[in-house]
């Protein structure tokens, strides 16, 4: 299990901060308070990508940080970013690429 404080600094580490997309209606990053264990795979999930249920995720155990996507439908998931800051210049350009 992962403790609130560990939660912190990966947020920090990942340059953190909550962005809702008004075109879209979607926590795209969700606000620190927020973010909470993945039901499917223990990920830290971070937001949202839609109405279909993916969710942006960081892996707390892995070395590497980086922003994945996860699709619970699928179980498949893939890297579309190296931090958050990355993740929300993708999303505002519409250049995230989904790898499933």
């Known amino acids: 299990m992962i403790d609130r404080m560990e939660v912190r600094r990966i ?7 909550p962005y809702y997309c008004e075109t879209a209606f979607v926590n795209v990053v969700l606000a620190q308070d927020e973010v909470a264990k993945s039901q499917w795979n223990g990920n830290l999930v971070i937001g949202f990508a839609g109405f279909d249920g993916v969710e942006f995720q960081v892996d707390p155990c892995a070395h590497r940080k980086e922003v994945l996507a996860y699709n619970p439908n699928t179980g498949e998931s893939g890297s579309v970013a ?4 990355e993740l929300i210049l993708k999303w505002e350009k519409d250049e995230i690429q989904y790898p499933f």
């Open 82 to 85: 190296g931090s958050i800051d």
């Open 11 to 17: 947020l920090k580490e990942m340059g953190h901060r």
